[in-house]
């Protein structure tokens, strides 16, 4: 951007930017899909997500319902956060329960515990059983090199699978959703968002978010280097032992596999400040799904997963 740029009052700053091209990127799926859908799991990016969707209909309501895909060992801060967003907003809410694939003998158990992996089948039932033609995904090309590779409109085939050498390309912001029966497409509006865009956004909309992004005393072990929350879902182990910590989460899934930080930032601008000097992805520090190989992430997405 030149000087001359910076001196015009009319000119979009860097989050009005990102801003507007999310709003263009809802207005155009509602133009030209039938049935899409939000993924909303109460995480911070499907937040903002929604939070970008209300004010690309606002004062109509957002015409998409929204998608939760429930692993069962999920925060109960964030579950309440998600329930108590549906209720003030007038939302309609889909839930996908791995537990219910679990019982009915669709899914079975890992040994490790983990229950990430184990979401992309009931996420494609839930697509096809209620025939969602687009869904919305917070995910974004600063986290994961598997997500950078990802198009804003993502093609999948009939299996929910992903193929990267059947992305299109997208010049001049010209999206092509077109389709076959049974494929579906996946849309990503914070693709070019970074972990500290969506902070600094959070700050300039006074968003809220669930109380475990900030600083506060949880109890935690330690397990393959990160800081986890015990509980039923098979945490702590016998030779691991719980302490108080002053931590927080920088993304938030599946207990299991959601590390904490050691942080005393205690408000947004903590937050941006801790993050501004992170030099890694939330997900490369805190994910231990994202660990497992080199290249799980993109495993999982040729699967189906998001």
Same mark, same amino acid.
């Given at each position: ?21 999310? !709003? ?126 990802e198009r804003v409109f993502s ?45 600094q956004y959070i700050e300039r ?65 903590? !937050?941006?400040?801790? !993050? ?30 998001f």
């Amino acid at each position: 951007m030149t000087a001359d740029a910076y001196d015009n009052p009319y000119a979009l700053s860097h989050l009005d930017a990102l801003e507007a091209e999310a !709003v263009h990127i809802f207005r155009e799926v509602a133009g030209e899909f039938e049935r899409p859908v939000i993924l909303f799991s109460g995480g911070k990016d499907s937040i903002v997500m929604l939070h970008l969707a209300l004010k690309a209909f606002w004062p109509a309501p957002v015409p998409f319902s929204l998608l939760h895909v429930d692993t069962g060992h999920n925060f109960p801060e964030v579950l309440a956060y998600r329930d108590r967003t549906v209720a003030e907003h007038g939302l309609r809410l889909h839930v996908a329960s791995v537990q219910d694939f679990i019982d009915s003998g669709r899914l079975r158990e890992r040994p490790d515990g983990l229950r990430n992996p184990l979401q992309t089948v009931p996420l494609l039932d839930g697509i096809e059983s209620n025939r969602f033609d687009a869904v919305f995904g917070g995910g974004r090309r600063d986290e994961e090199k598997a997500r950078a590779k990802e198009r804003v409109f993502s093609l999948r085939d009939e299996f929910g699978a992903w193929d990267p050498r059947r992305q299109r390309p997208e010049l001049w912001s010209l999206y092509n959703g077109r389709h076959s029966p049974g494929e579906h497409v996946r849309v990503f509006p914070l693709s070019n968002w970074t972990e500290l865009d969506v902070w600094q956004y959070i700050e300039r909309e006074n968003i809220e978010l669930p109380e475990i992004y900030y600083a506060h005393e949880r109890e935690v072990f330690q397990r393959n280097g990160m800081w986890l929350t015990a509980g039923e879902w098979g945490g702590p182990k016998e030779n691991e032992t719980t302490q108080r910590r002053l931590v927080r989460y920088r993304t938030v899934g599946d207990m299991s596999c959601t590390g904490a930080v050691d942080s005393e930032a205690a408000t947004v601008a903590d !937050v941006i400040t801790e !993050v501004a000097a992170s030099r890694l992805t939330e997900r490369g520090a805190t994910r231990a799904d994202d660990k497992m190989s080199e290249a799980a992430m993109e495993d999982r997405k040729r699967e189906g997963y998001f």
